[in-house]
């Protein structure tokens, strides 16, 4: 699997922004996919996932402000930021696996290559 992430860019506190990330090669429906962000000098930090069956998780950061829904037949998974805050400041980047849902990036086999959100005023 493939995986492209797009859509970052310099947004005030309490704007809205939509990531997507599009996905190519195998079948993507069969996946989980999920949006990590890491921050300078921080660990890669969970932050949504979204399985084949729909089912979503999200951190207690981002509950409620963020929703990840994914278009199988677009292959793209999607994160709607809202509520921004400058803590939300980090490269966030798209993941993919067969297995199971989880948050640590370390059992995610594929990568997207980041996109960059800043939330400043």
């Known amino acids: 699997v493939q995986l492209q992430a797009f859509g970052g860019g310099l947004m005030q506190p309490g704007g809205y922004l939509r990531l997507s990330c599009a996905a190519s090669?195998?079948?993507?429906?069969?996946?989980?996919m999920v949006w990590f962000r890491q921050s300078p000098g921080k660990e890669r930090e969970f932050v949504a996932a979204?399985?084949?069956?729909?089912?979503?998780y999200y951190s207690d950061s981002v509950k409620g402000r963020f929703t990840i829904s994914r278009d199988n037949a677009k292959n793209t998974v999607y994160l709607q930021m809202s509520s921004l805050k400058p803590e939300d400041t980090a490269v966030y980047y798209c993941?993919?696996?067969?297995?199971?849902?989880?948050?640590?990036?370390?059992?995610?086999?594929?990568w997207g290559q980041g996109t960059l959100v800043t939330v400043s005023s």
């Open positions: 979204i399985t084949w069956s729909l089912s979503t």
């Open positions: 993941a993919a696996t067969p297995r199971g849902m989880s948050d640590q990036p370390t059992n995610y086999l594929y």
């Open positions: 090669g195998r079948t993507f429906s069969n996946y989980v």
